[in-house]
């Protein structure tokens, strides 16, 4: 079993930034990718942003420029730096891992519990 324990979320003016971070604990055997998702009221959970172990990352459209996304493998933690939030950015952010157990296991998806980032205008 492997836990994803997100912070940094918060209330910030538009134009401001924030840093998340999210650290998986538990038996960790390997881990493919780690992102970040997020979910507007009232709107499905997207895709914000994607690290694999290895390879290049990846972005959602809207958060191109000035998102960036990282991650420390030693530390098994990923962080999305967020700089010129804006009011469309509000969402509850959760943390993804894809895992497998065992060398012969599938791949597994762990989610965290979510965080709040509102952008006030």
């Known amino acids: 079993q492997v836990h994803l324990v997100e912070s940094g979320g918060g209330l910030v003016q538009a134009g401001g930034s924030l840093r998340l971070s999210c650290a998986a604990s538990?038996?960790?055997?390997?881990?493919?990718?780690m992102g970040w998702y997020r979910q507007a009221p009232g709107k499905q959970r997207e895709l914000v942003a994607a690290?694999?172990?290895?390879?290049?990352?990846s972005y959602a459209d809207s958060v191109k420029g000035r998102f960036t996304i990282s991650r420390d493998n030693a530390k098994n933690t990923v962080y999305l730096q967020m700089n010129s939030l804006k009011p469309e950015d509000t969402a509850v952010y959760y943390c993804?891992?894809?895992?497998?157990?065992?060398?012969?296991?599938?791949?597994?998806?762990?989610w965290g519990q979510g965080t709040q980032v509102t952008v006030s205008s």
């Open positions: 993804n891992a894809v895992h497998k157990e065992r060398v012969l296991a599938p791949w597994n998806d762990y």
């Open positions: 690290i694999p172990s290895g390879g290049s990352t």
């Open positions: 538990g038996r960790i055997f390997s881990i493919k990718t």
